[in-house]
């Protein structure tokens, strides 16, 4: 009886419990000789000769045996569809000399076929399964239970369990971490309008399914739970939305007693520690970077820093110039002209891309995008350069450190044109890349932590109110405290975010733990109703620890690693991006006599209420 | 950096990644001289001269400084009211002479405070901690983070991270299991009456929470997973049921190729190795018991196996008497006499034990109840004496294994007798440990399996109907499949449960592979409509494996290890016997505007719809 954990993979035992001898990615050369027992789907069948054998960890050769006493194992094995499901007895072979296939970790051997038996016909597959990738998304989500049979998804879901064990044994067994779980059935929370609702059996009460166990993680700190983390299920409706997920798992960590660098050494040991081998290592501990230098030299709060073309602050170059924009934009009290720099944009761009780069510019964010180009011997090539004495174009080539064949973009204005020179970057990086430039190592993992978020920021639809730039627990930056009270906008907050390629894998804080200081947040600074968060305040009256914690988006984290153009390439069952599974055909109708114990009914448009009369 | 998994408890690191040297429930004589920072609430303040703090790991006393260079830190310590957060930094010294603690693990040192913080300060406890036991549930619930705090709950839901640990360890690191996430918004499955509705943004269309991911991991396996487990979130709405929770927990496993002997070995070897080493070790394999004889000899499908008292076929004994209800009795097809025989029950059974014992099985199973004394010298008291040779009194007395000072219950019937006797068992089990009788040892842990219960049983509602004992996807027994078209009421399953102490800890079983067995039972047997379940048939005929497994209920089995009254105490956010969440009150109110993306509306009663008009 094995008693003690092995962490490595090699020790599983695959064959326990059941009757089989070795898996089909088992056998070699050492093998030769053994009576083996295996099963399998049936991949490949020839002539009756022999078949190929699949299961979840490799491929086997088969011999169909052609003497007489074994007619009735060769009638079995010949006539079998591709995909049933079979059980071969026999004994391992070496290949014939000549005949092993190096490519295959099985190659050198093939089983012998002794006994054999169909265990589930497999009827007329609707594709076949190797070009399964190429069939339409919606028709594999159908059929996902034969997507899952392919490699791919079949190695995705196994390294995610694989990651996901890993950081439980860095959390658990290293950290002292405990697994809690919380609940999903809980209440609305304020602004929760993205919250799936679950009516009760109490006329006009719902539960609401949580967006993240939050408030819960909290209150476990304040019950001395000390070092909490859950692999945990969260919702939100967002509607349509492309790559996300009415349901998503978060890898939730909380710590008592703890400031935002213990839990950013801690993440990253986490990622250390479970990084899968085979992706090669990952260094520690992460770049930081505050979230004004993030925008202003990205545009962006989670940049990809797998490539240079920063964002450049040109404003002093140009500020002596005679151009009405510079001018115009220079007056007001935040303008400035930025730009970047696209490396042999001449080369890999054409004009057709630079116009659509300038478009994009014009119609998601309403910003011009001048152009300027380094020609091949050194000088500009733009609208502005009459404009620009030879001192200025010498300083402008230094400042956008430019050199022949690059393309810069410039923009000028108050504040949106970082956002639109961030957008930019990455539109002229895949544009550069699909046209053959390598810009960005495929294989590389840039973390990077984006630090000094603001506290508030002004409400899109009303900018004289604020909300919060995260959520209303967030603790303000110790240096800004006083702020709190006299200039709420000026207050940086102790978020940070993890990102990873240019993607926000991760995102946490250290917590308000004053009762004081929350009520004031949600009250004065936010002007919310903070009754419904009463169960909240009122536990930090009573000896809240200071705390803080992160949550790591696992889903996307785990189709970076692999290197996923989808989430749902690393979740089982996904849904489609309306929200329906295609499989089982969820969500569906129920009838009025299901709807009455929770004293709800649906409300038809009228058009459907007479079609359903009818 | 440390890289290797490491099982054992005594390798965590508590204190990496915060400021704290130790816990409070670390230092040992060998600290002696060590400055250290300790974190934690105040336990106990005496007179400003000492105060202990306490976080989830222990206590240390702490010695408040009495020189004037420290009159600050004095001030600190002897004001904090206790339950407040504060930060010690001091030196271990020894306590003095005599002055030890033999029973508190810190009780050698204390620590002299030289700084100190408060970090957060607590208002008046609505009870003290350490009365809070006593008090109500409810209240207790209100203050859950409170409750948290007990030394109670902390270590419960520690244990049960631990546990939950070992067995992944046990399952994905030994046994090469996959730990893959199923969705919990599907939809309704049929006869799913208990499921939560969960309302989406089509019109008319609803998810439902599933009460268990059962269709998910079936298709995982045709999906070729082969070993598939999760800790499964599962949802149940059972309205007010004692001692049920709308969302509970099991440890969900599925396999591939297996049969049930090989199931039941995952299993123990799964409980083996995750058993907590202070409740002792528990034996394997199990015990295995076949449905009919659990029936027979207690009455029940989840025997408590702690002790005897079996219920004794006494037909054979009595068939010769002229008794005219035992006559009766016998003279129907099914018809027995049974009885059970309570040791010491004259001792520890008064009357009006008796008399509630008959009482309770005439209300609950409308069975009368005789009773038989065995007096001091050994003869029976009773009415059926009279009717009975002296012969046949001792082979009753033979067959019931009598001795003086026993009370036998005996009870004639055709079918329900065996439950009523079952019950009674079970209650003057309980009554004769009340009144002293060692009967089951507390820290005994009886496992046992019961299997072979039938595949179908008739309708409550109407008998001629049959339906699914367990649910539509198990196997029939394969030496009975051949029943399944003949009889089917007489088909035995490949259902399992797992039984502990008296309570059904786990059940599961081999599923049915082959799509035509499938629809036949769901077709012809139990005349339900397939359609809803038409892509669970479809996936059985794309080479679905034989596949089997089962779900452990992980609240009711740790709350099992721990002896905890109910499973409310191994959940740190549990919700009333009513559904609702005393802390957060959920569910609640929501605005018409709130369910207006879900086009639904309350249907209110009358009198309520008048009443919020006004």
């Known amino acids: 009886m094995l008693q003690q954990s092995v962490p490595s993979q090699q020790n599983q035992h695959f064959n326990s419990f059941v009757t089989r001898t070795n898996t089909c990615g088992e056998l070699r050369a050492a093998h ?18 022999f078949l190929v054998l699949r299961d979840f960890q490799g491929l086997t050769q088969v011999i169909i045996p052609q003497d007489e006493a074994h007619s009735h194992v ?14 071969v007895t026999g004994t391992v072979s070496p290949r014939p000399s000549g005949q092993e296939n190096p490519k295959m970790p099985t190659g050198d051997i093939e089983v012998k076929a002794e006994t054999a038996e169909i265990l589930n016909s497999c009827k007329k597959l609707p594709f076949e399964i190797k070009d399964f990738i190429k069939k339409s998304e919606a ?3 159908q059929y996902r239970y034969l997507d899952l049979r392919s490699c791919r998804l079949q190695s995705a879901l196994r390294l995610r369990s694989r990651v996901v064990m890993r950081m439980r044994e860095y959390l658990c067994n290293l950290h002292g971490f405990v697994d809690v779980e919380t609940p999903t059935l809980f209440k609305r929370t304020p602004g929760g309008a993205k919250e799936f609702l679950v009516p009760s059996r109490e006329v006009g009460k719902f539960y609401s399914l949580p967006q993240s166990p939050q408030q819960f993680k909290q209150l476990l700190m304040v019950g001395g739970m000390d070092r909490y983390f859950q692999v945990a299920r969260c919702y939100r409706d967002e509607g349509s939305r492309p790559d996300r997920q009415p349901e998503f798992t978060q890898i939730d960590i909380e710590m008592s007693f703890v400031d935002q660098a213990g839990i950013q050494r801690l993440i990253e040991g986490l990622l250390q520690h479970s990084w899968p081998e085979e992706r090669g290592s990952i260094m520690t501990p992460f770049p930081s970077m505050t979230y004004e230098e993030a925008l202003a030299d990205y545009g962006t709060d989670k940049p990809d820093t797998r490539f240079g073309m920063k964002i450049v602050d040109i404003s002093d170059v140009l500020r002596g110039s005679n151009i009405h924009f510079v001018q115009n934009a220079l007056s007001y009290p935040h303008g400035s002209i930025r730009a970047i720099c696209i490396p042999q944009g001449v080369r890999y761009l054409t004009n057709k891309d630079l116009g659509s780069l300038k478009e994009s510019a014009k ?7 001048m152009e300027i180009i380094c020609r091949p011997d050194g000088s500009l090539k733009s ?17 956008l450190n430019m050199e022949e064949g690059d393309v810069v973009l410039l923009a000028a204005g108050e504040h949106k044109q970082c956002s639109a020179l961030g957008a930019l970057r990455l539109l002229s990086a895949n544009l550069l890349e699909a046209a053959g430039l390598a810009l960005r190592d495929p294989t590389a993992f840039h973390f990077l932590w984006v630090v000094d978020f603001p506290l508030f920021l002004p409400k899109a639809e009303n900018p004289t109110e604020l909300e919060s730039a ?14 709190l009270y006299s200039d709420p906008t000026k207050v940086r907050s102790q978020h940070y975010d993890l990102v990873l390629n240019g993607n926000e894998v991760g995102g946490g804080s250290i917590r308000i733990h004053s009762a004081e200081q929350q009520r004031f947040v949600l009250e004065k600074v936010l002007k919310e109703d903070s009754e419904v968060l009463s169960h909240l305040i009122e536990a930090l009256e009573f000896g809240a620890p200071p705390h803080g914690g992160i949550a790591l988006g696992l889903d996307r984290l785990i189709s970076l690693i692999v290197d996923a153009p989808s989430i749902r390439d690393v979740i089982a069952f996904p849904k489609s991006f309306r929200g329906r599974d295609l499989m089982g055909n969820a969500p569906d109708y129920v009838t009025p006599e299901e709807l009455e114990p929770y004293h709800i009914q649906v409300s038809w448009p009228l058009e459907e209420k007479e079609a359903k009369k009818n």
Chains 1, 2 share one sequence.
């Open 32 to 49: 030769v000789g053994q009576k083996v027992t295996l099963y399998g789907w049936v991949q490949y069948q020839r002539q009756g000769l």
């Open 470 to 483: 995260h959520h209303p627990f967030t603790a303000p930056h110790p240096s800004d405290v006083s702020l």
């Open 363 to 369: 119609s998601q964010f309403n910003q011009e995008i």
């Open 139 to 141: 028709l594999r989500m």
């Open 383 to 399: 609208l502005l350069t009459k404009f620009l004495g030879e001192k200025e174009q010498s300083e402008l080539i230094r400042a």
């Open 74 to 87: 060769k009638e079995l094995l010949s006539n079998a569809p591709l995909e049933s499901v079979v059980r």
